[in-house]
């Protein structure tokens, strides 16, 4: 039985740390052999929210200055997100377009939000009113060119709520349907909630499919799976599987010269792994007689 390691080093640039080779210093043929998977220590830092694979880091909202309303896209940076982490970016997003007041205490008051809802597993959206002038004790956020803050875009003339809109894939990060929206409730003067409608996935990519090239797993799809790694981690803890027995597959027949391994998710697309400090231990056997 034949070992093979690798690690940071085997990494595939322009990969996103998703894709290794391991190249053998001279080709090799394989007539009855099989490989398995002996560990696999690597860090659950592969993203939730991101432009390429997922295409779920952007949704929208409406706001209203006088009587002109207008909509901004946010965008949600690649990375590892919960659903606090995406509130607290709608609330800087609003910080930068100074669209927030200070009350009597000091706090900044935004007009909208997301919340977990443990009780019933989903995302709450709450949006509230913004009202048509400054409340009493108030203030609002004045244009500072050395600290880069921004004023206040101006009061509407009727109470609206901000318009959510939840395109898809972001969709399914929160648990809403493609293209479901708030409503602006103009003139109403009322705080609106909303529940997801569908169980939020926060992390689209549960586990991570790991892959070997010239191996032919027929009861697997696609035929090159191998090994599944289940993240029974916080994010960015190291991840330590290791199979509870060997799983030998079939090395397909022929002369090769490298092995790719291969991070891909549900949908077969390769991850976005933030973290490339990984080790991963295959073995490589005779195919036992009995098996062939």
């Given amino acids: 039985m034949n070992t093979i390691v690798l690690n940071q080093s085997n990494i595939l640039a322009g990969s996103n740390n998703s894709t290794l080779v391991y190249n053998f210093p001279t080709s090799v043929r394989f007539d009855?052999?099989?490989?398995?998977?002996?560990?696999?220590?690597?860090?659950?830092?592969?993203?939730?929210?991101?432009?390429?694979?997922?295409?779920?880091?952007t949704f929208s909202f409406t706001w209203v200055v006088?009587?002109?309303?207008?909509?901004?896209?946010?965008?949600?940076?690649?990375?590892l997100y919960e659903i606090a982490d995406i509130n607290n970016f709608l609330q800087f997003t609003f910080i930068q377009?100074?669209?927030?007041?200070?009350?009597?205490?000091?706090?900044?008051?935004?007009?909208?939000?997301?919340?977990?809802n443990p009780n019933t597993y989903a995302v709450n959206i709450i949006t509230y009113p913004v009202p048509t002038s400054l409340?009493?004790?108030?203030?609002?956020?004045?244009?500072?060119a050395q600290t880069g803050a921004v004023a206040f875009p101006g009061f509407p003339t009727q109470n609206f709520n901000p318009l959510i809109t939840i395109p898809a894939n972001f969709s399914l990060i929160v648990g809403y349907?493609?293209?479901?929206?708030?409503?602006?409730?103009?003139?109403?003067?009322?705080?609106?909630?909303?529940?997801?409608?569908?169980?939020?996935?926060?992390?689209?990519?549960?586990?991570?499919?790991?892959?070997?090239?010239?191996i032919s797993n027929e009861y697997s799809s696609p035929s090159s799976v191998i090994h599944s790694v289940v993240p029974d981690v916080g994010f960015g803890e190291l991840?330590?599987?290791?199979p509870n027995e060997y799983v030998f597959c079939r090395?397909?027949?022929?002369?090769?010269?490298?092995?790719?391994?291969?991070?891909?998710?549900?949908?077969?697309?390769?991850?976005?792994?933030?973290?490339?400090?990984?080790s991963i231990i295959l073995l490589i056997r005779?195919?036992?007689?009995?098996?062939r």
């Fill in 177 to 214: 349907a493609t293209n479901f929206a708030t409503s602006q409730n103009t003139g109403v003067n009322t705080i609106l909630t909303y529940t997801s409608s569908i169980s939020p996935q926060i992390q689209p990519n549960p586990t991570a499919l790991m892959t070997i090239s010239n």
């Fill in 97 to 116: 377009k100074g669209m927030y007041l200070i009350n009597t205490t000091g706090q900044y008051v935004y007009y909208a939000e997301f919340l977990v």
């Fill in 66 to 79: 006088g009587t002109t309303t207008t909509t901004y896209t946010v965008v949600i940076p690649n990375g």
């Fill in 286 to 291: 005779e195919t036992p007689k009995s098996e």
């Fill in 32 to 57: 009855n052999h099989q490989i398995a998977v002996q560990s696999v220590n690597m860090y659950y830092s592969w993203t939730n929210i991101n432009s390429t694979s997922l295409k779920n880091n």
């Fill in 239 to 242: 991840i330590k599987s290791v």
């Fill in 135 to 144: 409340p009493t004790g108030w203030t609002s956020p004045v244009a500072n």
């Fill in 251 to 278: 090395l397909l027949k022929g002369t090769i010269s490298s092995l790719f391994v291969r991070f891909v998710g549900q949908d077969a697309n390769n991850l976005n792994i933030l973290d490339p400090n990984m």
